[in-house]
T-cell receptor
C-alpha cells in the first residue's frame, strides 16, 4: 500500500520569502509519480507540479520546485517569492503506475498562510 | 475550455435517503475519478472509470455506494441509505487517459451533508 505523510499541519511565511512544504512517501513500487496540488478556500484542487520516480532532474514550474530525494523518499515543495494568493491548503499525492488504475493517494495537507 | 463541473454544489439530505451526485468531465477525457474528502483530510479515492467501465472500484467503502458512466462522459455517484458519516466533499477528476503522468483535473466538488 502507498502512504503519503505531511507532518506540517500549518505553516506561515512572510510575503516574498521562500517556503518549503514537507512530504515523505512510502511505496514498494519502483515506478511512481509524485504530485503537488493546491486547494484554496473555494475547494477546487489545482495541479502545481509533477515528479516521476525515474526523472533525474528536480521538477520546476515557475515559482514551484520539487526537491526530490529518492533515497530518503521525500518530495518537498519549494515555493519561492511567496505571494498572498499562495495562502491555501497544499496536498502531496502519489500515483503508482502499473496498478491498473492511476488513482492518487493524498497526504493530509499543509495549510500555508502568507503574511503581508 | 470548460473544466470539470459538478452538480449540485451543495446537497443536504436526511439520514436514510438516496442521493445522486453528477460529474461532467472535460470533453475528450476518457479517465474519470471520484474522491471523497472529509473535513481536515486529503481526498480519498473511491472509483476510477476508463471509458464506460469501472476499471477500479476498490475505494468504494461499501455496497451503498455505486457509480455509473453509461456513455463514457458524464458520471453519477449514487449513495443509498445515506448515513451521517457519508457527510463530506465529493470530488470528481478527469484526465486524458493516456496513462501515468496524466494530470488529473478536479471539479469544485459537491458538499454532501447528511442530517
Amino acid at each position: 500500500a502507498q502512504k503519503i505523510t505531511q507532518t506540517q499541519p500549518g505553516m506561515f511565511v512572510q510575503e516574498k520569502e521562500a517556503v518549503t512544504l514537507d512530504c515523505t512517501y512510502d511505496t514498494s513500487d519502483q515506478s511512481y509519480g509524485l504530485f503537488w496540488y493546491k486547494q484554496p478556500s473555494s475547494g477546487e484542487m489545482i495541479f502545481l507540479i509533477y515528479q516521476g520516480s525515474y526523472d533525474e532532474q528536480n521538477a520546476t514550474e515557475g515559482r514551484y520546485s520539487l526537491n526530490f530525494q529518492k533515497a530518503r523518499k521525500s518530495a518537498n515543495l519549494v515555493i519561492s517569492a511567496s505571494q498572498l494568493g499562495d495562502s491555501a491548503m497544499y496536498f502531496c499525492a502519489m500515483e503508482v503506475a502499473g496498478a491498473g488504475s492511476y488513482q492518487l493517494t493524498f497526504g493530509k495537507g499543509t495549510k500555508l498562510s502568507v503574511i503581508p | 475550455g470548460a473544466g470539470v463541473s459538478q452538480t449540485p454544489s451543495n446537497k443536504v439530505t436526511e439520514k436514510g435517503k438516496y442521493v445522486e451526485l453528477r460529474c461532467d468531465p472535460i470533453s475528450g477525457h476518457t479517465a474519470l475519478y471520484w474522491y471523497r474528502q472529509s473535513l481536515g483530510q486529503g481526498p480519498e479515492f473511491l472509483i476510477y472509470f476508463q471509458g464506460t467501465g469501472a476499471a477500479d472500484d476498490s475505494g468504494l467503502p461499501n455496497d451503498r455506494f455505486f457509480a455509473v458512466r453509461p456513455e463514457g462522459s458524464v458520471s453519477t455517484l449514487k449513495i443509498q441509505r445515506t448515513e451521517r458519516g457519508d457527510s463530506a466533499v465529493y470530488l470528481c477528476a478527469s484526465s486524458p487517459g493516456t496513462g501515468e503522468r496524466d494530470e488529473q483535473y478536479f471539479g469544485p466538488g459537491t458538499r454532501l451533508t447528511v442530517t
